[in-house]
Nanobody
Framework: QVQLVESGGGLVQSGVSLRLSCAASGGTFSSYVLGWFRQAPGKEREFVAAIGRSGSGTYYAASVKGRFTIARDNAKNAVYLEMNSLQPEDTAVYYC???????????????????WGQGTQVTVSS
């Protein structure tokens, strides 16, 4: 079983960059597919990005593709979300999540994830 702890959130102005980190403990980190999700006030949680076990496969939501980059460091048991050109609509609580299903396909579906962090707040002011 893996435990996930996010960090790096904060209040930033529109247009700047921010990097979120998610540290994992327990389990075999490299055996997990990792994802980032976010939930804005009054909205359902939505998929942001996912990365495969080796880091070579990535997948992004259309709303963040080209602005956000997901990466992982298996030696450090960490996954990152580099967010560029932040906009007020990116304001949300950001969660990292992990699953061990064999296939990377379907990793945009939150229901395939078994483990979740507590979330970190990102607020973008205009």
């Amino acid at each position: 079983q893996v435990q996930l702890v996010e960090s790096g959130g904060g209040l930033v102005q529109s247009g700047v960059s921010l990097r979120l980190s998610c540290a994992a403990s327990g389990g075999t980190f490299s055996s997990y597919v990792l994802g980032w999700f976010r939930q804005a006030p009054g909205k359902e949680r939505e998929f942001v990005a996912a990365i495969g076990r080796s880091g070579s496969g990535t997948y992004y939501a259309a709303s963040v593709k080209g602005r956000f980059t997901i990466a992982r460091d298996n030696a450090k048991n960490a996954v990152y979300l580099e967010m560029n050109s932040l906009q007020p609509e990116d304001t949300a609580v950001y969660y990292c999540a992990a699953h061990r299903r064999i296939s990377f396909v379907g990793s945009s579906n939150e229901n395939v994830y078994d483990y979740w962090g507590q979330g970190t707040q990102v607020t973008v002011s205009s």
